[in-house]
């Protein structure tokens, strides 16, 4: 029977995996600061191509909700783990 850790953080999701890579978390506020800006962009680009009436505003909006999402999730990990 193995021990169980409990300050070993949970295992990510395919999703995760996918999204936030493994050095990122290294330095989450700024890899989070950027995710958002970036976010940022591809919101305001999918919506003025949206306005002008291009399918292809939705891929950015996909994108930048993409970004928000990865961004949050690094830094809803690195906030609760304890600090070494």
Partial sequence: MD????NAPPPR????????RSW??????LFWGLRCAGGVVL????LLLLSYSSWWGLLLLAGGAGAFL???RIYQITRSQPAA
Avoid: C, V
């Fill in 24 to 29: 990122e978390y290294r330095y989450p506020r």
């Fill in 43 to 46: 919101l305001a680009l999918g």
């Fill in 70 to 72: 990865g961004g949050y």
């Fill in 13 to 20: 999701s395919l999703l995760q995996k996918i999204l936030i």
């Fill in 3 to 6: 021990a169980t850790n409990k």
